[in-house]
Structure formats: C-alpha cells, structure tokens
C-alpha cells in the first residue's frame, strides 16, 4: 500500500510528503517508544529504502528521509512487520500525542497516554484537524508547556490530575479513569463550537477568538508552574541526548540500539532508557552547554522544496557567536517548520540572500535583508 506522493502538509508512514532528497516518512511510535529491535529495523530500513538520514520532530516522532517513492509500499510491510504502522491515513493522523520522557513502567503516564491512543483510534473518535493535537505532561511539572499541543493534562497545584485547553491558565480536576474521556469532551466542545472552519484550527487562536470554555474546564485550579526545556544528561529514567539540528545518520541509530530501549521527546532528543551513564557516539550531543543546542535549522535547500537557501552549515558556523541564553533559528523561507513560534534571532531565506528579525518568528518582518551567508558577517548581529 502506499500513500502516493503528498506535499505541504505534515507527513505520515501512510501519507509521506515528497520533499527534495525523496519522500519523507514520518513513524509516531506508540508511547514514543522504541524497542531495540525497532530501533535497529528503522536504522537498516533508513538505509535500505532511504537516504540514511534520520530527522526528530518538534512532536516527538522520527522521520525516515530520502525514501524512494517506489520503495515507499516495500517500506510500509517492513514497517508494519515491526509494529510501527497504522491500520490507515485516518487512524494515523488522529494519534498526534505527546508525552513527557520522564515516567516509569507502572506510572499512570504511560497508562494515561495508551489509553488515549486506543480512544482515538475508536470510529466514534473525534475527527480533528491535522495538526490538532494532545500532550500528557503529568510528572511533578509540565515540560511540554513550549511544545505545541491543544488538549493538556497536567499537575494541578494540588497534584491532582488536570484537564486543560491550550490558552487556558485554569482547568477541570479529575480522576485517572476520568481523564481521557474529558480530553475526548473537551475535543468535541472545540469542534461543536466552532473551533475547525474548513477542518483547520488550533485551541488557543479559538479561545483567543472569543469561545467559551464549558463551565467545569473555566474551574479556579491552576497549573503547576512549568519548568525550562531539559537539556542532554542523566536523569533517574536513564540519559538524555540530543543531535545537531535533530538529525542523525542511520549507523548513529544502531549504535544507539545497543544501549536500551529509546524514548522519543520534543525537543529533538532521545532519552536511552535505563542507561546510568552517557554514551560516548559521535554525533551526539550529551554536554547543556554545548552551543548547538542555541541554533534551530530546518532541512533548508535542497533537501526542502520550499527552502530558498541552504541553512544548516551557516547555523553550525553561528552557533558559537550566540550567548548562553539566546537561540537561532536559521529558516529557508518564511514558512519556518523548524520552529514556528517567536526566537530571539531568526535568519529567513529570500532568493536574495537572508534577512534577520529579532524577537520574531521567520513569517515577522526582517530588519535587514539581503545578507550573506557568511559567518564573520553575521557575527556581529547578535
């Protein structure tokens, strides 16, 4: 089976989208977790099928590159034969979860986030818009609170369980067993009311348009403050670590399946789960401070159809010259997939070169145009 070749929309295994190294094909493991011998499968199938390249989302998924469009239903039986395809383009495209790294076996996270899988993929589930999605973010504080997500269930001050709207400080309390189907209430009030005109929309931009939240979500309980995005190291559910850009090479990924098994995260790292030290792999980046983590860039020409300018060579030369508490966001054009929220500094290519933006995202309005792709030039903005 294959999903033909589809362009500007976020791919899928069933659906890819044909950018310019290939189709790009993107996999949402369930729990986003992988075994070791799915790690290794994806790594020789990347290779087999693809160009090798293996890029991480801003979603927590795994995107397979470079994949010949007559390989692509070849690629869908091996896939499916390592438990990593859905039944079809619908079910696929309603299963958009995100889940914190940090939980353990027997916690009511990953109870919680299979029990929200399996409801979505019911007939009756609700039918959201594309990039509509969900975020179980129930550890001692949210760390999904930068990661775009429509429906969250949280910590509540109190430490009970809370249900709210993206755009909504407050929300509903409830129980474990509660939970999902009020995530599933809650999805249907923002279609019912009007949230997805023409099947678009996002939660936060409805509220702000003026909707209502029903009365129990506008209840007094507030979340538990969130804390800042984690960076590469060791935490007590095994070690943390990030990649250039959020890409590696499918050699990277088996050697990774040696380790144990891999959790995916939305900050374009994996954590090796269990793992009481930090791998020593080239390719990775396993140090906070490690200036790569201050830069943002999409695949960028010619790998991104849409992309006006190469992008990821002059963000690893800037890297060093952005300050500690600072970020990049180097885009091919104003599309800005990598990173579509507001950076400090943000890079936007245009066919006459790069414009620079301060403190927006790469659609704002640059403040100079027509740079160079020049790193001693560049320097010196920021």
Sequence with gaps: MTGGRVKGWCPGALKPMLSGDGLVVRLRPWLGRLTPDQVRGIAVLALRHGNGLIDLTARGNIQLR??????HPALIEDLDALGLVDTDPVLEARRNLVLT??????????????????ALGTPDAPALPAKFGF??????????????ADIRLEQGLGGALLCRADGAETGMIVAEDDAIPAMLDLARWFLGSGGAPEGRGRMKRHLASGASLPPAFLATQARKAASGTPKPGLFD????????????RAETLASLAELGPLRMTPWRMMMIEGAATLPE?????????????????????PGCLQALQPTRDLARMLAPHIPEAGLLHVAGCVKGCAHPAAAPFTLVGTAAGFGFIRDGNAAAFPVVTGLRAEAASLAGLF
């Design 237 to 248: 559910q095994g070690a943390l670590v990030g990649f250039a850009f959020g890409q590696l």
């Design 101 to 118: 790294p940090f939980w353990r076996m027997g916690e009511a996270i990953p109870r919680l986030a299979s029990a929200l899988e399996t």
């Design 281 to 301: 792999i080239p390719g990775l980046i396993t140090r906070g401070d490690d200036p790569l983590l201050r830069v943002i860039a999409c695949t960028g020409a």
């Design 135 to 148: 975020a179980i973010d129930c550890g001692p504080a949210p760390v999904l609170s930068a990661i775009s």
């Design 66 to 71: 470079g994949i010949r469009e007559e390989a």
